[in-house]
């Protein structure tokens, strides 16, 4: 590898750093902060390319220790979420949950990213809704080492065949008959 690269991610480094230690920032979404190999820009224009030793979910303050010793802070950057509040929120947290969706747990209010048919779902279950902008820390989930990985129904369910020849991660989603997808009461 030529130029500026990292293979080393130290955890929470950013928020722990002595003030004039962190070089520059990159500013990722969720999705994008889940990553193995991938050539990074900084807010301040330097390019650097990642190879960590395997696939790696990159939480806010976490750094990159880069090749001439300097340390590039993670941040998360703002993304279109739902944020659900309700007087029960544990039962809706499970009811996300039980569709093996990403969800950032806070007291008062859970958020999710924008899905209409997760918004249906939760507003007939009585949640309240409303569409927000803002950076998306997911719960990791406690196999996923911060990130939910699909899930397996195993070889008993010969209905449900998960071998077509490549690996893959799949969603199940379901919806009433006459549900209409689109509409999603959502207080904007």
Not at 152 to 164: L, N, R, S, V
């Amino acid at each position: 590898m030529t130029g500026l690269h990292s293979h080393t991610l130290l955890r929470g480094a950013a928020r722990d750093a002595e003030p004039g230690s962190i070089r520059d920032h990159v500013t990722l979404g969720h999705d994008d902060r889940f990553l193995r190999r991938k050539r990074l820009q900084t807010a301040g224009g330097i390019t650097f390319d990642v190879d960590l030793p395997e696939t790696t979910g990159l939480n806010d303050g976490d750094a990159f220790e880069v090749s001439d010793g300097s340390l590039i802070a993670v941040r998360a950057a703002p993304e279109p979420l739902i944020e659900v509040t309700g007087p029960d929120l544990a039962r809706l947290a499970w009811h996300i949950g039980n569709r093996h969706t990403p969800c950032q747990i806070e007291p008062g209010r859970l958020l999710i990213a924008r899905d209409h048919v997760l918004a249906g779902m939760l507003a007939g279950l009585g949640a309240s809704l409303r569409e927000v902008t803002e950076p998306f820390l997911p719960e990791g989930g406690a196999y996923g080492h911060g990130r939910t990985m699909g899930h397996d129904h195993g070889p008993e369910d010969p209905g449900h065949a998960h071998d077509h020849g490549h690996r893959h991660v799949h969603f199940h989603v379901s919806r009433a008959p006459g549900d209409d997808p689109e509409d999603v009461p959502l207080d904007v």
